[in-house]
């Protein structure tokens, strides 16, 4: 949801210090299912400072560019 990403990243920066303390985690399927926005959402809380995490990796794994590309 584009509102509540923006409304997440919105309060991060407030809390600058914080953020590079948090790590977001999203499944492998839902990294891949729309894998455009997931490169937004990875984007916007980079900048932010958290750090972003793909849990249960491996059955798309001629997809494991992708997630190399966008740094992680």
């Known amino acids: 949801d584009w509102g509540c990403r923006n409304k997440l990243a919105e309060l991060l920066r407030r809390y600058p210090d914080l953020c590079p303390r948090i790590w977001l985690e999203l499944t492998e399927y839902d990294a891949f299912r729309k894998f455009e926005a997931f490169q937004g959402f990875c984007d916007t809380f980079k900048e932010v400072g958290c750090r972003i995490g793909v849990d249960h ?10 997630l190399a590309g966008l740094g992680l």
Do not use: C, I, P
């Open 57 to 66: 990796v491996g059955r798309s794994t001629g997809e494991l560019e992708k």
